[in-house]
């Protein structure tokens, strides 16, 4: 796999997380990116959303982002929004830097907006494995693609891996833990030892431990991609400040993972840890409708979209759900349960 010039697996090739920690300035976003580049990153990413594609009226805040102060979903994200528009001088400071700059996608209707600019690579959310569209959109891009794989089973992973059968070559997966922060002790680095057993393609760890030496044992156990939030300042107001690095923790994290102490031990595997389920439930993805669906009527496409949280049917079975009959009233913006619908007419 090939990132822009770069032969993934050469060197622990390293991505410093911007994320919403930009706080939706673009001003500040073009400050995180010259300070990754001057910290030894390889990349930075950013993140595309917009609320009203991505939040339906059942939307609500993880855990974490209550404990970060936040108390309203929407308003949450409406802040931290940046519009490809605004990602484009971003994108061209990290290219004159000469780092590249990566993008996480969350909606399947941003893709095509996505694509207007020259990112060197796609990344998806842990949350998105099941999000079967959303998945193979970014795979046809032809760009190279990392899967994140927080609150995940082996089973999901395997399933996401054949959808992405056309896009192998240029495929990498990276362990993850979705906890913002996670606790060193439940950094689970033995799925980087199960991932690398089970599939083919390169392996990195996501890390969102809070010190700088996870980095280089996930290296040593053989990540060779790592992705780590970065900010300003760890006390600002937002969702990841908190679960970040400065600029100077950044430069010592990169430091240690490029030259990496002896294997540890570990155990290979892979599980959903309990501080997961919370994010694999609020940020997971649901089919959700796009109108008011009265009793009888037969579901089509133009019906459905894609939005959180992740508690009705998943997208991987949006074609389950064509042509079946609604059985009771569902309101606009809703999660649509099984139970909702007929058995195929």
Do not use: C
């Given at each position: 796999m090939r990132i822009g010039s770069r032969q993934i697996g050469e060197r622990p090739y390293i991505i410093a997380e911007i994320g919403v920690n930009h706080d939706g300035s673009v001003d500040r976003a073009l400050e995180l990116t010259r300070s990754a580049a001057e910290s030894g990153a390889d990349a930075v990413?950013?993140?595309?959303?917009?609320?009203?594609?991505?939040?339906?009226?059942?939307?609500?805040?993880?855990?974490?982002?209550?404990?970060?102060?936040?108390?309203?979903?929407?308003?949450?994200?409406?802040?931290?929004?940046?519009?490809?528009?605004?990602?484009?001088?971003?994108?061209?400071?990290?290219?004159?830097?000469?780092?590249?700059?990566?993008?996480?996608?969350?909606?399947?209707?941003?893709?095509?907006?996505?694509?207007?600019?020259?990112?060197?690579a796609y990344k998806?959310?842990?949350?998105?494995?099941?999000?079967?569209?959303?998945?193979e959109a970014l795979g046809a891009t032809g760009k190279p693609?990392?899967?994140?794989?927080?609150?995940?089973?082996?089973?999901?992973?395997?399933?996401?891996?054949?959808?992405?059968?056309?896009?192998?070559?240029?495929l990498a997966v990276l362990q993850c833990v979705s906890s913002y922060p996670t606790p060193p002790a439940q950094a689970e680095l033995g799925g980087i030892k199960l991932l690398k057993r089970a599939l083919t393609c390169p392996i990195g760890y996501s890390d969102h431990t809070p010190g700088e030496e996870t980095g280089a044992l996930a290296v040593a156990?053989?990540?060779?991609?790592?992705?780590?939030?970065?900010?300003?300042?760890?006390?600002?107001?937002?969702?990841?400040?908190?679960?970040?690095?400065?600029?100077?923790?950044?430069?010592?994290?990169?430091?240690a993972a490029r030259n990496p102490g002896?294997?540890?031990?570990?155990?290979?595997?892979?599980?959903?840890?309990?501080?997961?389920?919370?994010?694999?439930?609020?940020?997971r993805q649901s089919i959700v409708t796009t109108r008011e669906l009265s009793v009888g009527h037969l579901i089509g496409r133009g019906d459905l979209t894609f939005k959180r949280p992740g508690t009705g049917i998943p997208p991987c079975d949006?074609?389950?759900?064509?042509?079946?009959?609604?059985?009771?009233?569902?309101?606009?913006?809703?999660?649509?349960?099984w139970d909702d619908l007929s058995s195929m007419s």
């Open positions: 990413k950013l993140q595309l959303f917009r609320a009203d594609l991505l939040m339906s009226r059942a939307s609500m805040l993880a855990t974490y982002q209550q404990s970060a102060g936040e108390s309203d979903p929407f308003a949450m994200l409406r802040r931290l929004e940046l519009t490809v528009d605004q990602m484009e001088p971003i994108v061209a400071l990290a290219h004159q830097l000469g780092i590249h700059a990566i993008v996480t996608v969350f909606s399947l209707d941003l893709v095509g907006d996505a694509e207007r600019l020259a990112w060197d998806t959310a842990s949350p998105d494995i099941i999000h079967k569209p959303l998945l693609l990392i899967l994140s794989t927080g609150a995940s089973t082996m089973e999901e992973i395997h399933r996401a891996i054949v959808w992405l059968r056309l896009a192998q070559d240029r156990l053989g990540a060779s991609i790592l992705e780590k939030h970065f900010t300003y300042d760890t006390n600002a107001k937002g969702p990841d400040h908190s679960a970040s690095l400065t600029a100077a923790s950044l430069r010592r994290y990169i430091a002896p294997m540890p031990e570990v155990e290979a595997m892979k599980r959903v840890l309990d501080i997961e389920k919370d994010v694999r439930q609020v940020s949006v074609e389950r759900v064509l042509s079946h009959r609604v059985v009771r009233p569902v309101e606009r913006d809703t999660p649509l349960q």
